[in-house]
């Protein structure tokens, strides 16, 4: 059974809608990787190389206090080094627009509105 021409109009504008909301929905999920932050990288292979050294003097004087102080503070190298850049950016729902069943539901109360 065929489409009326409105309903075909509107299935039309669905569509457009969905896709519009869908390319929105890719740009600002996987919009692009942020710079490496170099001075981050930089201080975590420091403190990396830090403590390799407090754990290997902790190993020599005997001292399990040092060693794990040198553990921690090389593991806090490596965490700072390996994490992802932080984003400036406002989170999603802060800049939200009306999305597709919002819009279906405004206009169908405009409709019922003017009957």
Do not use: K
């Amino acid at each position: 059974m065929p489409l009326s021409e409105h309903e075909q109009r509107l299935l039309d504008e669905m569509e457009r809608s969905l896709y519009h909301n869908e390319a929105d929905d890719v740009t600002t999920v996987g919009g692009g990787r942020a710079r490496p932050n170099y001075t981050a990288i930089a201080l975590g292979i420091i403190a990396g190389v830090i403590g390799i050294a407090l754990l290997l003097v902790g190993v020599v004087s005997r001292l399990p206090v040092i060693g794990l102080v040198g553990f921690a503070v090389m593991f806090a190298g490596a965490m700072l080094a390996l994490a992802p850049p932080r984003r400036l950016t406002t989170p999603r729902a802060s800049r939200r627009r009306p999305g597709f069943m919002d819009s279906l539901n405004d206009r169908w109360e405009r409709r019922n509105d003017e009957e």
